[in-house]
């Protein structure tokens, strides 16, 4: 069980994420209650459905999944979790920084997967404010060093939206 | 030259403590190999063939003396007293042991040096011209925008896990020296209506599937680079493949998609981030461009009484300024290159002895500062014409002094299957047997000009596409043989080399170019070099004179059967 990090501390994970079986489909998969993260295709397939019995709605959204098509929806998110299949594929760093950036969410933004200690500098500056760290991985020592290995950075991004050239005195 | 501030030195210095702790955690099994591959592959450590290699950044391929004797230091300290010059502004250790190296990147961090990005599948290196700011056919000198894209490019958050590696060039000249069009992003800087600016060019790269780059934009103005190259990117790294490594670079999504469909998207993806905050200002631009400011030139005349003397009698003298200097845009002054293509030596290496000396000659001739160049040679930017007797005669006791730059035995090779684990073949036996054929002076002057590019595998580390002579390692049920291509060439007009035919055994290629320089020699025009015959006359008489007597096809088959 991945272990959640959020505002800088260990948390407990209150939402669960759907998974759709073999023989399943978005369209026939049997909705769950309660706080529930709905994959991006179901909650294309079920959106109305998902709207009239849900308050609280979490999203899941994969490398190639493009959140231009969802980019309407924001507003009913209370969580957007960015799956990284494998740590090295960097495309969640390009969908956290287009939901931040350009499309102005404002809930919670997680990264699940193979989420390391060692990308999760990267992933804050992006904009996720919550891990799931992978399972086996140290949480203490992740939320001690993690974040911080650099004091500043050269670039503009999420966290700080002006690049370091514009800051000098 | 650019030097550290605060916030640069604050960085690598957190980046010496972030793998040093990565290290640890290694060593204690809190990171898998898998976890640590990526962390270390972007600090240039590899795990190679007989120990790890390790790689170490020369930004825009800069140094001044101090990092030198650095490295030298380093390369006899931690390694066996050598290192390797690649032809990415990088200097290669080939036996570093991984635990030493945060105390290498400490020490390097000490000279403002690094390791950041050398390697992995993120952004690397930025390269450029090796007489940027002196040239004299310079129109831009690319210098402090490659500094502001270096800056860019370093711990970039949204791009640190790319489908694959991604490789940027500047250049600011009419003539291009920096391989722009085989690059991911190729910048050529150049003015329209008073105003400056960069034609890009995406999707070039030598390797696997060598491609030409294809222009996306013809000007973009300065101040939209980084935005620019922003939108590039995140095109690249949402749709790039990852399915394949070997499809994974960005040429292949231009090529797939179409140059123009693929400059539409990032057009589209321009849109957003135009004008943003990572534009550029003015104030930016001058503050770096004040570490590039010309150093205290004597006011010379074009020519020296002393230097044309010793041209007219020194004949070995005149051969090596011949082949070694480049005009330079302030009278009295040249650009200096010191060979490291010794006859016998691995091509682009360099002893820490050398490196020593190297630092006291830029000291003393050069205002402290040097380059290397892609070609594996080391360039002494501003050298006065009166110097260079004094130049010539000490870099030719240390060895540096071979006249061969741009000749047939200054030889572009990777390190090839002797210290590469990717290798197909070993590169720098054939460098060295090809030197021993062609050891005599007035031969290899004869010939001319000629880029002969050797690369142990289809990676390209040789950049053996754009060789006038290109060879290339293959591997035949488990043997190394060599295939031969020809025309290649780097430049305004780079193109890729075309395959002469079937592949040679290594014995046999100091024979083969041999033939192919012959056939060059006894039918090319007075007032022509190798390329200008090549173009001329075509593939087929070197084809012809290469393979005259051997057997292949049926032929082949038939001996086979007979045997």
Redesign the interface.
Known sequence: MAQLIKHGTAAVDTWKTLEIAEGETPESVALPTGDVIFPFAVWQARKTEIISCHKRIGLLIQPDERVEDIAADLDYFIVIAVNFPKFVDGRGYSTASLLRQRYKYQGELRAVGDVLHDQLFYMQRVGFDSYALKDGKNVSVAIEAGFSPFSDAYQASTTQPQPHFLRRA | MYKYDA?DR??IN??V??FR??VS?WKAG??TDD?FR??RLQNGLYIQRHAPMFRIAVPYAMMNSAQLRTLGHVASKYDRGYGHFTTRHNLQLNWPKVEDVPEILAELAEVEMHAIQTSG?CLRNITTDQFAGVAADEVIDPRPLAE?LR??T?????????PRKFKIAISGTKDDRAVTWFHDIGLQLQEQNGETGFRVIVGGGLGRTPIRGQVVREFLPWQHI?TYCEAIL?VY??QGR?DNAYKARIKILVQALGVEAFAQLVEDEWA?GKD???T??QA?FD?VAAHFTAPAYETLSASDAGLAEKLATEKSFKNWVDRSTHPHKVPGYTAVTLSLKKHGIAPGDITSDQMGIVADLADQYSFGELRISHEQNIILADVKLADLYALWQKAKIAGLATPNTGLLTGIICCPGGDFCDLANAKSIPIANAIQARFDNLDYLFDIGEIDLNISGCMNACGHHHVGHIGVLGVDKNNDEFYQVTLGGRQGNDAKLGKVIGPSFAADEMPDVVDKIIKVYIETRHPDERFLDTFDRIGIDPFKNRVYEGRAHGKAKAAQKEAA
């Open positions: 916030i604050q960085l957190e980046r403590a972030q702790d990565q955690r809190e990171l976890e990526p962390l599948n502001i800056q860019w370093t711990f970039h958050p949204e791009f640190a896990f790319l980084l995140r790294n949402r990852r957003h943003g905050p990572a550029i200002t930016e503050r």
